[in-house]
């Protein structure tokens, strides 16, 4: 997982949710690729959570956060009907990107994957660009919300 200042505690977003039928391949166990679906759902709850939403602060301003890396280390299996936590939370917010970070548990706690993805801010054109210069205000309340951890 990336390193850095990770926001944890009241920080933290948790999202409870029971893992369904479909989310398990053949053999009864969690299907690995579904985990990056949860961490979109994290990535958009821990937006929402600080007030920030997705489609009205990024998307609906042709900003889109695009995936330029992503991580998962899975550590226990979980299967269907478990209830499962999942915790977001950032680890590093620049002018050019911003990283997440994942934390899946079971209902004791137990950490059954861990995991990240790091993202860039694109234009609608598909290219890449600084939001301090482009958007100041909005990195202003990124900076305010979320705080800073890096440089350019």
Same mark, same amino acid.
């Given at each position: #997982? ?7 505690? !009241? ?32 990535? /958009? ?9 997705? #489609? ?11 995936? /330029? ?22 680890? !590093?917010?620049?002018?050019?990107? /911003? ?15 861990? %995991? ?34 890096? %440089?350019?």
């Amino acid at each position: #997982m990336k390193t850095g200042t990770e926001h944890k505690g !009241s920080d933290a977003v948790r999202v409870e949710f029971t893992v369904r039928w479909g989310d398990c391949d053949a053999a009864g166990v969690t299907y690995y690729a579904k985990y990056f679906d949860w961490f979109t759902d994290g990535r /958009i709850a821990f937006l929402d959570q600080v007030g920030l939403s997705y #489609m009205d602060i990024f998307h609906n301003q042709g900003i889109e956060l695009v995936v /330029i890396d992503a991580f998962c280390r899975y550590r226990l299996s979980l299967r269907p009907v478990e209830k499962v936590i999942l915790e977001t939370s950032i680890t !590093s917010l620049t002018r050019t990107r /911003i990283t997440f970070a994942y934390r899946v548990l079971k209902e004791d706690n137990t950490v059954t994957a861990e %995991g990240s993805t790091n993202h860039a801010y694109v234009d609608d054109r598909g290219k890449p660009f600084n939001i301090a210069k482009r958007y100041p205000s909005l990195w202003e309340e990124l900076s305010r919300k979320i705080g800073t951890t890096g %440089g350019a």
